[in-house]
């Protein structure tokens, strides 16, 4: 769709670039201006990070009535504690991805799921099977079948997060069970991390496609 947002209608926007090392970064940004030939914007500074520009990026514009996505150019930043400054070049066409901004992506890493059965607290060590920041999707070695909210650790090897959750179902698959889990009132920190995490092995998953 052509470009047709106007400054009142975003809430926020998500930049995912290159630093110098190449290694991949999502930042949340507020836009300063929104203009017919550039977007200003600005985030939290983070220390040590150095950008190469211009470079191309990803570029979603989250709304109040869902998640619009295109790709454009990092034109130049400014760093000026406690900010960075992003000047991008303004789209042509964006493209119209739900009602939501949260995607799934299949993901293994380490977890802990806690939950109470017939009275006992059940801790058991799992692995994730795919993710998003709505959800998790646990590979298990039993089935478990409960109706009260249980706890998960998800053990990311940048940072962890806590997530309270319900059960929405169990799949047997010869065994192994895959247990989906909902996640309840996830503070938007953790939202954004897992967000950032979820975008990070999409990009992988693209760039490993294209070799």
């Known amino acids: 769709m052509k470009f047709s947002l106007n400054f009142d209608s975003i809430n926020y926007i998500k930049i995912v670039y290159r630093d110098n090392n190449d290694s991949i970064h999502c930042t949340k940004s507020a836009i300063k201006h929104l203009g017919e030939r550039e977007i200003h914007a600005c985030a939290k500074f983070e220390e040590g990070l150095k950008i190469n520009t211009p470079q191309e990026v990803s570029l979603s514009f989250i709304c109040d009535n869902g998640l619009y996505r295109t790709n454009t150019t990092l034109k130049f930043v ?9 000047t991008l070049k303004t789209p042509q066409g964006l493209e119209y991805q739900q009602n939501r901004e949260y995607f ?10 806690s939950y109470k059965e017939n009275g006992q607290n059940i801790v058991l060590p799992c692995k994730t099977h795919d ?5 998790v999707r646990l590979i298990l070695d039993r089935k478990i079948d409960t109706i009260e909210p249980v706890t998960i650790d998800l053990l990311f090897k940048t940072k962890g997060v806590k997530a309270g959750a319900e059960l929405v179902r169990t799949d047997n698959d010869d065994g192994i069970y895959k247990a989906s ?6 503070p938007e920190t953790d939202i954004d991390t897992i967000s950032q ?14 070799l």
């Open 131 to 135: 993710i998003s920041a709505n959800g």
């Open 78 to 86: 400014e760093y000026q504690e406690p900010y960075i400054f992003f």
């Open 197 to 210: 995490i979820c975008i990070k092995k999409q990009l992988e998953y693209k760039r490993k496609s294209l």
């Open 181 to 186: 889990f909902h996640f309840l009132d996830l």
């Open 104 to 113: 799934r992506v299949k993901l293994e890493e380490d977890a802990i799921l």
